[in-house]
């Protein structure tokens, strides 16, 4: 409660008055009782001044005391209170109240004393003969200058108390109503004096949370006017650079998801404070996560930690080249500084080098199969030319026999400049497609009544499995059934003696799926992925023959008609290629 101003003004307010009233009303409490008593002491001094008078020659005479005691009861009757006729020993000669027989000595009591010194004199006590508080009032009489006795009166103080009570009642009602008026206006006064206050701290909360578009209105000219003023200032200033700030971080932003390179900022402890998208997919690593989790934990890459940990050490620029065997990524990575504006930060770039290696691999790959498929052929020619020249030509049906293999190897060699001039055509996308609407059935059956005779002649079945009603194609029938007549021609070569080749096509949502199965000797898992790469072959590939370039062209002539291509195999079990093209609308 008093963590509000509010309340800190209030309470003390309050309080302020509740303590001003009780002690107003104790003051005048004792102030009525002080002045009723004063007025009580007057009034019964004077009336014992004048019952004095008439009593003098009644304690001059000596009268005895059944006589006084009768003089008591009348003029206790005459002034309505009661009256004590005291002699100068203190002995009770008469009291309108009680009987003289039981009455004590009165000369040590305090108004007898004060009377008998001062001339009049007066106390409040308890009575135990009335069984009440009293208020006594004594005067000496005085007979020839000599004091003979003393007359006093006495009054019971419950009127007095009755009054001061009622007086007390009416002072606790008016502080009671006070205090509720004081509450009132005390919270009325504190809520205005704080609302700009609190309308501040409602900005203030709101701000933090990020509305930046709060403006308060001044209320008033005083010192929290001026702190509005100020405040709708410092909104607006801090609205400007936060845009200015959004807009930088915008365009960074925009600029490191874009990259291809990974960007990774390390703090002084090893933790990250900024990985852009290229890094989370590199790592595959969320941002949420990767955000203050340690570099090890995040990326869980000893090399990239080592890295790291070196350049901070030595402060210089580092460099290494990472492998992720998982992801098959080759990154090579830079450690350097950033800097006067992040001294303890350091920027890691990911370089993604993985298309690269896997071109110079291709390349590689090229340069060794064109060599290999290119060497068998000319070393052929070769020895047949030096045969043919040595001994065959003076040999008619020998040189006729060589010069028959020498136009086959030239044959193979024309085949493989015409694929490759093929692809070189297709992949530069200067062989234009004849779309046409075509029945996927009908190209499977044209490429099956081409290869159908080799396929017999391996000992091969060919079975023809397709849906019914099937929708047309859209596609360039004479490069379709190329694709499928390549697909055949690798099952048929790679599948052993009384084995099974099934082609068929089916829906597949909105694309049309073909399929050419084998229970062939398959495709070993790490060769797969590179199955469909110019000249690619595998081992048991090889001893097979062909120039390695179908599977290449198929892939283009696919992907040329919006399709996609791709095979699965078991090694030993057999292979299935799949492709889709579009239907046509």
């Known amino acids: 409660m008093f963590r509000s101003i509010r309340w800190r003004i209030a309470i003390p307010y309050v309080i302020l008055i509740l303590l001003v009233m009780v002690v107003m009303g104790i003051y005048l409490s004792r102030l009525l009782r002080q002045t009723y008593l004063r007025n009580l002491d007057n009034q019964l001094i004077t009336e014992a001044i004048v019952a004095r008078d008439s009593l003098i020659d009644a304690f001059g005479t000596g009268s005895s005391s059944v006589k006084l005691d009768s003089r008591a009861k009348h003029l206790a009757a005459l002034i309505d209170a009661r009256v004590t006729l005291?002699?100068?020993?203190?002995?009770?000669l008469g009291d309108s109240h009680d009987d003289l027989t039981s009455m004590d000595n009165h000369a040590n009591r305090p108004e007898i004393l004060q009377a008998a010194a001062q001339g009049q004199g007066s106390s409040e006590r308890y009575s135990k003969t009335e069984d009440q508080e009293m208020f006594y009032a004594a005067v000496p009489v005085i007979n020839q200058n000599q004091k003979v006795g003393f007359i006093r009166l006495a009054l019971p103080l419950l009127q007095v108390q009755s009054n001061i009570r009622q007086v007390e009642r009416t002072i606790l009602f008016f502080t009671l109503v006070a205090?509720?008026?004081?509450?009132?206006?005390?919270?009325?006064?504190?809520?205005?004096?704080?609302?700009?206050?609190?309308?501040?701290?409602?900005?203030?909360?709101?701000i933090a949370s990020g509305d930046l578009s709060v403006h308060i209105i001044p209320v008033s000219k005083d010192e929290v006017g001026q702190l509005t003023r100020a405040f709708n200032t410092m909104g607006e200033r801090l609205r400007y650079h936060v845009d200015e700030l959004e807009s930088?971080?915008?365009?960074?932003?925009?600029?490191?998801?874009?990259?291809?390179?990974?960007?990774?900022?390390?703090?002084?402890?090893?933790?990250?404070?900024?990985?852009?998208?290229?890094?989370?997919?590199?790592?595959?690593?969320?941002?949420?996560?990767?955000?203050?989790?340690?570099?090890?934990?995040?990326?869980?890459?000893?090399?990239?930690?080592?890295?790291?940990?070196?350049?901070r050490q030595t402060g210089e620029l580092q460099a290494v080249l990472i492998e992720i065997p998982t992801k098959k990524l080759y990154l090579q990575t830079v450690a350097t500084s950033l800097g006067k504006a992040l001294p303890e930060s350091t920027l890691l770039l990911l370089q993604n080098l993985t298309r690269l290696r896997h071109l110079e691999t291709v390349r590689q790959d090229f340069i060794t199969n064109i060599s290999h498929e290119l060497r068998t052929p000319l070393a052929s020619l070769k020895a047949l030319t030096e045969t043919l020249q040595d001994?065959?030509?003076?040999?008619?049906?020998?040189?006729?026999?060589?010069?028959?293999?020498?136009?086959?190897?030239?044959d193979a060699l024309s085949l493989m400049v015409s694929e490759l001039l093929e692809l070189s055509r297709i992949e530069s996308g200067k062989v234009p497609l004849k779309m046409e609407a075509t029945s996927p059935t009908d190209l499977i059956n044209q490429a099956v009544e081409r290869l159908q005779l080799q396929a017999e002649r391996a000992g091969l079945e060919i079975q023809t499995t397709c849906q019914t009603n099937l929708p047309m194609v859209l596609a360039d029938p004479s490069r379709m059934e190329q694709v499928l007549v390549n697909l055949l021609h690798n099952a048929i070569k790679f599948t052993p003696a009384n084995?099974?080749?099934?082609?068929?096509?089916?829906?597949?949502?909105?694309?049309?799926?073909?399929?050419?199965?084998?229970?062939?000797?398959?495709?070993?898992?790490?060769?797969?992925?590179?199955?469909?790469?110019?000249?690619?072959?595998?081992?048991?590939?090889?001893?097979?023959?062909?120039?390695?370039?179908?599977?290449?062209?198929?892939?283009?002539?696919?992907?040329?008609?919006?399709?996609?291509?791709?095979?699965?195999?078991?090694?030993?079990?057999?292979?299935?290629?799949?492709?889709?093209?579009?239907?046509?609308?």
């Open 86 to 92: 005291i002699a100068a020993d203190g002995t009770v």
């Open 179 to 206: 205090s509720v008026i004081a509450i009132f206006l005390a919270m009325l006064i504190a809520s205005q004096t704080t609302r700009p206050l609190r309308d501040l701290t409602e900005a203030t909360t709101q």
């Open 248 to 311: 930088e971080r915008s365009r960074l932003s925009a600029v490191l998801d874009e990259m291809s390179d990974g960007v990774l900022i390390i703090d002084g402890y090893g933790k990250i404070q900024l990985i852009n998208k290229a890094a989370e997919e590199m790592f595959g690593i969320g941002h949420d996560k990767a955000i203050g989790s340690s570099l090890i934990e995040a990326v869980r890459q000893y090399q990239l930690m080592e890295l790291w940990q070196k350049y």
């Open 391 to 410: 001994t065959a030509l003076d040999d008619p049906p020998a040189a006729r026999r060589f010069l028959q293999q020498i136009e086959t190897e030239v």
């Open 499 to 585: 084995g099974v080749i099934s082609i068929g096509c089916h829906l597949n949502d909105d694309k049309m799926l073909f399929s050419v199965k084998d229970t062939g000797i398959g495709i070993p898992a790490d060769d797969l992925p590179r199955i469909f790469e110019r000249f690619y072959k595998t081992d048991r590939a090889r001893s097979g023959g062909g120039t390695g370039l179908g599977l290449a062209i198929s892939r283009h002539i696919i992907e040329a008609h919006g399709g996609k291509i791709w095979a699965e195999s078991i090694e030993g079990q057999g292979s299935t290629f799949y492709f889709t093209i579009p239907l046509a609308t």
